[in-house]
């Protein structure tokens, strides 16, 4: 018996990059129309959950895209395409399209491979391929929406180094292909990332290098590098199989890295992503070896190691409905897949989903090596996968210790994957092998497929706290411990668990002061957004747990030196916040006041992406709230402490003249906070008025409501919620009550979250005696139901990575109104780059600094900085954004390049602005750097408000032996009153000395943690 001897150790950090779930492979498309084919992906995609998939024979003539007439007219035909494609989206999966093959009539030869023959042979005419090309992702754009179609990977052929596969694998007329086929899809939209040339793996050195130089010498800007990965010898063919040996893992790793070497010895090329398009153990559908426990536990081997040099790996394939060679005979047949026939997952299958499961939540990894990746998480779990594969049967078990972190109790989870359990090859056998399974002998196999899952409490002994379990030969265990004392958490219902997901918090963004509406099934809702330009987000979402992007109601405000950072005047802390969003006969209403101008503003549109128009109201109405009553008449409700009623004109531009003015509401000489931040409504013709407020004898948040049965009747109420959700002492409130389609009511408040800002809440709202009660005995469920007016709508992600090779995306916002004269973003080679035209005293005063929020419980930003432009005393870097910022990064000092770390460090963590003693930028490390361009990563780190931020360099392109260095100590950043928002990242470039400078970031990479 073999031992191996894990520590649980959180501090440990060790590099790994899991793309488990990135791509998975089918076979020709046409596939998908079968029943059986469709059972097998919900299954994989229930379990797994891939998010691209990709196959061959997109224009094969089963797919029948390329007609033509009696008269020699093209047509294309997209009914099955159609059908393929949203039975995957259906799914939640995106193609990963693979252009191939060739449609019969266009094709100028006869060869075809295959069982299904798919003709190989190139075109007839490049023209009419490239139409077909054009016109496919055209129709796949207006079917689907071009932001979305653009999203897909696009690679142009498959193996051409093979003859079978490209007609005498003729590198120069694929390469004609590619060239032809890349501006093609480019013409279409420039947003698709393209890519090739698809080799099976021995061929780097003449094709992949080939391929380059000829991209190179043909300027093409190519956007990533795919190939193929098998792991077997030569098969033994014997009737209907093929028996092959497993290379050592090793020499393929080494084989994958002589592509990375290859790349980056190509200057334009350096880093560019490789994807295998392919990869399995053997290359041949009808090797036995696939359905075994020793392929499951060699896969799990690959997954531990296949992102080192590789952006993704795809599994070749999903399931046994396959047909290279044929209709197979048997449910075990040595196909390629992860299910076999009657959707019996094989043992790779769960290789695939316990690696799934150590990227379900954020985390680290913190071991691995030969048998076993081992991550930390954010939450004080630890999960893992370990194997125990052998070439050739030794009969050794793995012994695994676990040591856990400190002397704690807990639980520790296995689910095992090995010869005894989880084995249906061998139910199949002991069986009799039959062909044709009975449904009772398909569920009997269904059953043995499952893993087999224990798990046990682990106490204190001796002092110390581990356990052992033992991995089989050929096995494959996951495993997660979690620490703790066995009690209940307050409000948990174990029923409620297995009903619903967790809902709370919404977003895990800095989106404070929402105010929400519903138009008929759409619910929208608008945010604080300061200084931040464009500003006045608006979301979107269709069951108000899941929200995306949808407008903003401005670019640029009043254009006041403030807002665009003139001199050393800024707007920080001020400009818009807590508008009022309102939908009326046909229009949309946003009005707000802006601290800085101490203006009322309102904006109103026809639909909800705009154009908006400005208008003024005059007067200052701090936290309004719009009313539109059942006469059409409006009215604004305002105030800090006192809160006022206001009659408006009919066309909102201030007050109407003898119309109502009241004060509604007192809260004079409160300790705390007093009533503001007002959500005026009308509801079965009461009026209601919502506040913000704050206990007395403590600072906690607290929601407040009133209500009257007229406008000039009294307004009684209190507090309605008073509940911080276990959460640091923070309190649930401000935002607005809105209903569903079924007459249901929900309210939308914030909770204070620390330096990652004040993140959305979700609360069921009833109703007792026209009286709203908010959550169920004063407290916000766990776990509650919300349902979708768009079941299996997919939304877009609010905050995400960029390759500048297309329009700045929505989630990026500038910090103050930007000089865009100073802008040069260059799409084909995904560059943006930031001019200076002043000097500054400190980072918060640089224009253009472009900002995406930051996640809760943590999150990290990547990014590659070109420095060489830089002059003397500037800075370029990324940092985390707040008046207690820090920042990482490069400047240029006496002619010399030096990463440097910059903090403004604060005293104490209450809201009270920075006194302009503390407001000082200090130096935290300094190093030279004797390259122009560096990989920056700025991790932050919100758990229970820990709020620290931790910087780390390396240079540009991901290799093994490349690892991040941390430069500096972790910085702790604060939720201050001077800037008034959540921590950003910010990517920045400023003067110090000298006018004139300028930097280039690329590829922004976003990470959850």
């Known amino acids: 018996m073999r031992e191996r001897k894990i520590a649980l150790t959180a501090a440990n950090r060790v590099e790994f990059n899991n793309c488990v779930d990135f791509c998975v492979g089918t076979g020709r498309m046409g596939l998908a129309l079968h029943r059986e084919y469709m059972e097998q992906l919900k299954l994989v995609q229930r379990e797994i959950g891939f998010k691209h998939i990709r196959g061959h024979g997109l224009f094969c003539d089963d797919m029948a895209v390329y007609q033509e007439t009696e008269d020699g007219r093209t047509e294309y035909n997209y009914t099955y395409i159609d059908r393929v494609m949203d039975g995957y989206r259906e799914l939640g999966l995106k193609p990963f399209l693979e252009l191939g093959f060739m449609p019969s ?4 030869g006869s060869q075809t491979i295959f069982y299904w023959k798919g003709n190989t042979t190139p075109p007839s005419s490049y023209d009419a391929w490239c139409e077909m090309v054009k016109a496919l992702l055209q129709h796949l754009c207006e079917r689907y929406g071009r932001d979305e179609v653009a999203t897909w990977p696009v690679e142009v052929w498959n193996e051409p180094n093979l003859p079978g596969f490209w007609e005498n694998a003729d590198m120069q007329e694929y390469f004609k292909l590619f060239h032809h086929t890349f501006r093609a899809v480019k013409e279409v939209d420039s947003r698709f990332r393209v890519g090739g040339p698809a080799v099976c793996g021995g061929s780097d050195e003449v094709w992949i290098r080939a391929f380059l130089q000829y991209c ?8 990533f590098v795919t190939r193929h990965h098998y792991t077997t010898e030569l098969p033994e063919n014997v009737g209907h199989y093929g028996y092959a040996e497993l290379m050592k893992a090793e020499d393929g790793f080494a084989n994958l890295h002589t592509t990375r070497e290859i790349i980056d010895s190509f200057p334009e090329y350096r880093g560019l992503e490789i994807h295998i398009t392919e990869f399995n153990t053997s290359y041949i559908p009808n090797c036995p070896l696939h359905d075994t426990n020793q392929n499951a536990a060699f896969i799990a081997q690959q997954l531990s190691r296949l992102g080192e040099d590789n952006a993704s790996y795809s599994y070749w394939t999903f399931g046994d409905v396959f047909e290279e060679q044929g209709v197979p005979f048997t449910p075990f047949h040595g196909g390629f897949g992860l299910v076999a026939e009657g959707c019996i997952p094989k043992p790779t299958f769960w290789s695939f989903v316990f690696f799934k499961k150590l990227k379900e939540k954020p985390g680290h990894c913190i071991y691995r090596d030969d048998n076993a990746v081992v991550m930390a998480l954010s939450d004080g779990t630890y999960r893992g996968v ?11 078990d793995l012994c695994v210790t676990l040591e856990m972190p400190e002397a704690s109790q807990g639980c520790l989870l296995t689910r095992m994957v090995d010869e005894k359990h989880c084995n249906p090859l061998k139910v199949w056998h002991d069986l ?10 398909r569920q009997l196999l ?6 087999h899952t224990d798990t046990e409490r682990v106490c204190v002994r001796n002092g110390r706290t581990e356990k052992t379990f033992t991995v089989a030969e050929n096995g494959v265990v996951y495993f997660e411990w979690k620490p703790g004392e066995v009690k209940p958490d307050r409000g948990y219902s174990y029923e409620r668990t297995m009903q619903y997901p967790h809902i709370n918090p919404i977003t895990r963004l800095d989106y404070p002061d929402v105010d929400v509406i519903r138009v008929e099934d759409t619910y929208y809702m608008v945010s604080t957004t300061m200084h931040f330009m464009p500003g006045c987000e608006i979301l979107r979402s269709y069951d108000l747990r899941n929200w995306e992007h949808t407008a903003y109601v401005y670019d640029r405000l009043d254009g006041t030196p403030g807002q665009r950072l003139e001199r050393q005047e800024n707007i920080y802390g001020q400009g818009m916040w807590a508008a009022s969003l309102r939908h009326h006969k046909g229009t949309y209403y946003v009005c707000f006041v802006a601290n800085d101008t101490h203006k009322t503003y309102l904006y109103t549109a026809e639909n909800i992406s705009g154009p908006w128009e400005k208008h003024y109201v005059e007067g200052f109405y701090h936290d309004c709230s719009l009313l539109f009553d059942d006469d059409d008449r409006v009215y604004i409700a305002y105030g800090n402490k006192n809160i006022y009623i206001t009659e408006l004109k009919s066309d909102l ?6 119309g109502l003015h009241r004060l509604a509401v007192s809260d004079e000489g409160h300790p705390g906070l007093g009533y503001e931040g007002t959500h005026f409504y009308k509801i079965n013709g009461k009026y209601y008025l919502f506040f913000i407020h704050s206990r007395r004898d403590c600072w906690r948040r607290t929601e407040a409501c009133f209500v009257a049965d007229s406008l000039t009747g009294e307004f009684t ?3 309605v919620l008073d509940d911080d959700r276990g959460y640091c002492g923070q309190g649930v409130a401000q935002g607005g009550i809105v209903d569903t389609p079924d007459g249901k009511w929900y309210a939308m408040l914030f909770q204070d979250s620390g330096a990652v800002g004040r993140i959305p809440i979700l609360v069921p709202v009833s109703w007792e005696k026209d009286y709203p009660v908010f959550g169920q005995n004063g407290l916000i469920p766990e776990e509650f139901e919300v349902k979708s007016t768009r079941p299996g709508y997919v939304y877009h992600p609010l905050v995400e990575s960029d390759d500048f090779r297309g329009e700045l995306k929505a989630c990026w916002q500038f910090n103050h109104e930007p000089e865009l004269a100073l802008v040069l973003h260059d799409r084909e080679r995904g560059c943006w780059q930031v001019r200076t035209d002043k000097v500054c005293s400190r980072m ?4 253009n600094m472009i900002t995406q929020r930051m996640t809760y419980p943590g999150c990290a930003g990547e990014v590659t900085v070109d420095g060489s432009g830089l002059g003397e005393g500037d800075f370029a870097g990324i940092c985390a954004l707040q008046g207690c910022y820090g920042f990482v990064g490069l400047t240029r000092r006496e002619g010399r390049l030096y990463l440097t770390v910059r903090t403004v460090e604060a005293a104490e963590n209450s809201m009270v602005p920075l006194n302009p003693e503390e407001n000082m930028e200090q130096e935290r490390a300094a190093i030279p750097w004797e390259e122009d361009t560096v990989r920056l990563k700025l991790e932050a780190d919100f758990t229970n408000m820990t709020d620290i931020v931790t910087f780390y360099y390396r240079s540009p392109g991901f290799k093994m032996y490349n690892p991040w260095k941390k430069l500096g100590e972790g910085h702790k950043v604060y939720f201050k009153l001077d800037h008034f928002t959540g921590c950003r990242f910010g990517l920045v470039v400023f003067s110090t000395k000298e006018a004139g400078g300028h930097a280039e970031f690329s590829d922004f990479v976003y990470r959850e943690r």
Not at 386 to 396: E, K, L
Not at 446 to 451: D, F, G, I, S
């Open 105 to 108: 009539r266009m094709a100028s």
């Open 717 to 719: 109420g209190g507090d």
């Open 844 to 847: 918060t005063q640089a224009r």
């Open 446 to 451: 269904r059953e043995a497929a499952t893993p």
């Open 386 to 396: 370990v194997w125990n594969m052998t070439n050739n049967r030794a009969g050794y």
């Open 216 to 223: 190179h010498d043909n300027s093409i800007p190519l956007d």
């Open 653 to 658: 531009s201030g007050p109407l003249e003898g």
């Open 432 to 441: 009799g092998e039959p062909a044709n399974l009975t449904e009772e002998e």
